[in-house]
């Protein structure tokens, strides 16, 4: 069964960067991993991706967050810089099990077996 553990939330000022991690138990690290975001009256929205190959970033993140993942520690890590308040939100590390592009062009992922989430909070 996988277990995914996520930590490195907090309250934080515009501006300042926060190192997000996600330890991850069993197979699915093997798999595509990523960080998705949900904020009280938004829809959840994929920050970034990584697999073997590739990585992918939210617009809204771009040149400002950085996805990694250590192989050896079974973690993947959201370095996050530059942070907004709109940025607020618990985040999620969950492994992506489907990613397509919509007929708009928007790059779109499924996940599956997400952790508990952990708290960001920007002030302005």
């Known amino acids: 069964q996988v277990q995914l553990v996520e930590s490195g939330g907090g309250l934080v000022q515009a501006g300042d960067s926060l190192r997000l991690s996600c330890a991850v138990s069993?197979?699915?690290?093997?798999?595509?991993m990523g960080w998705f975001r949900q904020a009280p009256g938004k829809d959840r929205e994929t920050v970034a991706t990584?697999?073997?190959?590739?990585?992918y970033y939210g617009d809204s993140v771009k040149d400002r967050f950085t996805i990694s993942r250590d192989n050896a520690k079974n973690t993947v890590y959201l370095q996050m810089n530059n942070l907004k308040p709109e940025d607020t939100a618990i985040y999620y590390c969950?492994?992506?099990?489907?990613?397509?592009?919509?007929?708009?062009?928007?790059?779109?992922?499924?996940?599956?077996?997400w952790g508990q989430g952990t708290q960001v909070t920007v002030s302005s």
């Open positions: 069993g197979r699915a690290f093997s798999y595509t």
């Open positions: 990584i697999s073997d190959t590739a990585t």
């Open positions: 969950g492994v992506v099990t489907r990613a397509w592009t919509t007929d708009i062009g928007v790059r779109s992922f499924d996940f599956a077996s």
